[in-house]
């Protein structure tokens, strides 16, 4: 008898990566190719959807192959959020697809955001976040006035993920976290905000639960009659795939960017928190920086190294010793300080110093973020994780992993799959297929701790004393690159 198998896309910044599980967690086949985003001009990032579409239909060609009609149970794909396709009726995208990194809509962000008192904020999205230049208001308003042939004839603001399951199944879905900046606590859209821009209501797509079934993949196309849930966005994926789901937990995601989490029902409004409203029986608290592995491969292109290569140097840097401060807002920052001008910087730096101990202060200034992030999630859930749960192709490096671990002054528990985008999309998909008997039934089966790291007392105090001066760094050069940036 041939055993069921489930398959999960995870649709990221950089690359598709797929993979088709058994039951038990196992990897029988993966998939993982990259494409290209645009740049430009600084502020602009840019991708082609159809990019997305020609991945996904490989990777459900390649992943599909071998089985047999109806072992195929049900596909499950996430996405990078906070990114928007503009799309015609009849499903063709009438612009590039403009990324989360995109920071053109910063202008009318800001207008946005200052018709929208504090408190409503805090009603809506239990913390006082801002309407910046990624929210998909500002994108509808920015096309509205700066496209108006576009903005006619779109019919659909789309994330990846749901512009993919229309392509895939002819039906239009959205999930309630994906479309977090638009939904208040009841998981339904809010009137008084999508009517600030003209006709934005009507293009946004209708919401259903991550697990309910939007459609099945179309005949024609890899994997025909295969159903697919509405599943959810990246950070919420890697939560179901990296195993926090109890209140208390801590979740640490490393891919493009950092998205750390605290699973808590209380809420005490904190700038720069996102307090996702309760969803699955699951209030998080999350905190996604700019850049994570960007500053990685940004160094590591600048360096003429690859990251695999950084990591050896890195490994044999005395740590005791200060190396530079690194800031590394690449192209602005968010949580907690949602601040689009803010950018990167080394600072300290002697004659001694060379790609090991740049290396480094990558590391650290990446790690330094996430206590950013973590001391403001902290104070929003009322939690202190005793461990955090950790995933993502950037904590594949193990010098790293113990840099964030001694930063952080906890534990990180390594989770074996660290595509657990890809796993929590398969999660959601058994759970959705009803193969399992809950999301957290699916999860419990399919995830496994690989490796755990233990902070180092003996670092605690010089990084106690780094962080301070990251702090620091960035205040003193607040000013300076917001000037420097809006010339």
Not at 298 to 315: F, H, K, M, N, V
Request: glycine fraction near 10%; proline fraction near 6%.
């Amino acid at each position: 008898m041939n055993s069921p198998a489930l398959i999960g896309i995870d649709v990221g910044t950089t690359a598709v990566k797929a993979a088709r599980f058994g039951l038990g967690g196992d990897v029988e086949r993966s998939y993982g190719s990259r494409y290209p985003t645009m740049r430009r001009a600084p502020d602009i990032v840019e991708q082609n959807a159809g990019d997305w579409m020609g991945h996904v239909q490989a990777a459900l060609q390649e992943l599909s192959e071998g089985l047999v009609a109806g072992q195929l149970q049900a596909v499950g794909i996430c996405s990078h959020v906070n990114s928007h396709v503009f799309v015609a009726a009849n499903g063709a995208p009438l612009m590039p697809a403009i990324i989360w990194q995109d920071g053109r809509c910063a202008d009318v962000a800001a207008e946005l955001d200052a018709k929208v008192d504090e408190a409503d904020k805090i009603a809506w999205w239990g913390a006082p976040l801002p309407i910046d230049s990624s929210h998909v208001l500002a994108r509808m308003e920015w096309v509205r006035r700066n496209h108006p042939d576009v903005w006619h004839k779109t019919r659909w603001v789309m994330a990846p993920k749901d512009y993919l399951i229309m392509q895939l199944t002819g039906e239009v879905v959205a999930d309630a976290m994906a479309s977090f900046g638009v939904v208040d606590q009841n998981l339904q859209y809010i009137d008084s905000l999508t009517g600030l821009v003209e006709g934005a209501a009507e293009r946004l797509a209708p919401i259903r639960p991550f697990t309910a079934i939007a459609g099945r993949i179309k005949p024609g196309l890899p994997a025909a009659g295969a159903p697919v849930v509405v599943a959810t966005m990246d950070a919420w994926s890697g939560l179901f795939g990296s195993g926090a789901l109890e209140e208390g937990d801590g979740l640490y995601l490393s891919g493009t960017s950092e998205v750390l989490g605290i699973i808590s029902n209380q809420k005490y409004p904190e700038r720069g928190v996102i307090a996702f409203p309760p969803c699955e029986g699951i209030t998080l608290h999350a905190g996604p920086t700019q850049a994570g592995g960007a500053s990685m491969a940004w160094l590591a292109a600048l360096l003429g190294r690859s990251p695999a290569e950084l990591s050896t140097l890195a490994a044999g840097v005395d740590r005791q010793r200060m190396t530079p401060i690194f800031l590394p807002h690449l192209q602005g920052e968010r949580a907690p300080i949602w601040n689009i001008h803010a950018r990167a910087s080394f600072s300290g730096i002697d004659a001694s110093m060379g790609p090991a101990e740049f290396a480094v202060a990558m590391m650290e200034g990446v790690a330094f973020s996430a206590r950013m992030a973590i001391e403001s999630l902290e104070r929003s859930s009322g939690r202190v994780p005793s461990c955090l749960l950790a995933a993502g192709g950037g904590m594949g490096s193990d010098v790293w992993c113990q840099i964030r671990a001694d930063i952080l002054n906890r534990p990180i528990h390594r989770r074996k799959n660290l595509d657990a985008g890809v796993l929590g999309a398969a999660v959601l998909a058994g759970a959705g297929a009803h193969l399992f008997h809950s999301v957290a039934d699916a999860a419990s089966q399919l995830v496994v701790t690989e490796r755990v790291f233990e902070p180092d007392p003996l670092l605690t105090e010089r990084y106690s004393y780094g962080y301070r001066k990251y702090k620091e760094l960035y205040q003193q050069l607040e000013a300076f690159n917001s000037d420097l940036v809006s010339r």
